[in-house]
T-cell receptor, first 114, second 113 residues
Framework: DTGVSQNPRHKITKRGQNVTFRCDPI?????LYWYRQTLGQGPEFLTY????????KSRLLSDRFSAERPKGSFSTLEIQRTEQGDSAMYLC????????????FGSGTQLSVL | GDSVTQMEGPVTLSEEAFLTINCTYT??????LFWYVQYPGEGLQLLLK?????DKGSNKGFEATYRKETTSFHLEKGSVQVSDSAVYFC????????????FGTGTLLAVQP
């Protein structure tokens, strides 16, 4: 069990640029979640995958955001035409279907949009 | 919708002091309740959980009891250590197909030697 891995740890970009983050969940976990956390707030749910299927998306996930999980393994979160309001920590978590209430979180990707 | 409210921090305590971090929730169903902890530079970790009313979750000396009548899940520890310094998040899961978590805003605990 190597834990949930997220890359990069930090990303600085200019407004209007596209960015992509990667999450590698724990290998046997079929559930994968993306959350966003801003300073002084708790994580907010963005989207959820069961294997390769994206089954739920939050209203927070605007059209500029897209997430994929090809082959039900790693996942990517892309933000197009970034805005300063996108600056946040993006967290990935995974779990098994059984005992799925215990989520394992990665250390996150800190995005700064200048 | 479902929500979690927890006491604002920071909470500053001396080593061996008693800790309480308050958490209340609003939910339409029968949620499971959790405390997650985030140590500096690390990811969120599950600290303890309770899945039904009157259940007590416990781990590493921390305890929390699921109180349906007061819709609360307060975190307590009898004697804190410097190593307990972290941000603590209360959360609920509605137990639906997604099992997504709804978090409170977090409470920073700073324990001084």
């Amino acid at each position: 069990d190597t834990g949930v891995s997220q890359n990069p740890r930090h990303k600085i970009t200019k407004r209007g640029q596209n960015v992509t983050f990667r999450c590698d969940p724990i290998s046997e976990h079929n559930r994968l979640y993306w959350y966003r956390q801003t300073l002084g707030q708790g994580p907010e749910f963005l989207t959820y995958f069961q294997n390769e299927a994206q089954l739920e998306k939050s209203r927070l996930l605007s059209d500029r955001f897209s997430a994929e999980r090809p082959k039900g393994s790693f996942s990517t979160l892309e933000i197009q035409r970034t805005e300063q309001g996108d600056s946040a920590m993006y967290l990935c978590a995974s779990s098994q279907t059984e005992g799925g209430e215990k989520l394992f979180f990665g250390s996150g990707t800190q995005l700064s949009v200048l | 919708g479902d929500s979690v409210t927890q006491m604002e921090g920071p909470v500053t305590l001396s080593e061996e002091a008693f800790l309480t971090i308050n958490c209340t929730y609003t939910a339409t169903g029968y949620p499971s309740l959790f405390w997650y902890v985030q140590y500096p530079g690390e990811g969120l970790q599950l600290l303890l959980k309770a899945t039904k009313a009157d259940d007590k979750g416990s781990n590493k000396g921390f305890e929390a009891t699921y109180r349906k009548e007061t819709t609360s899940f307060h975190l307590e520890k009898g004697s804190v250590q410097v190593s307990d310094s972290a941000v603590y998040f209360c959360a609920l899961s509605d137990g639906g197909a997604t099992n997504k978590l709804i978090f409170g805003t977090g409470t920073l605990l700073a324990v001084q030697p």
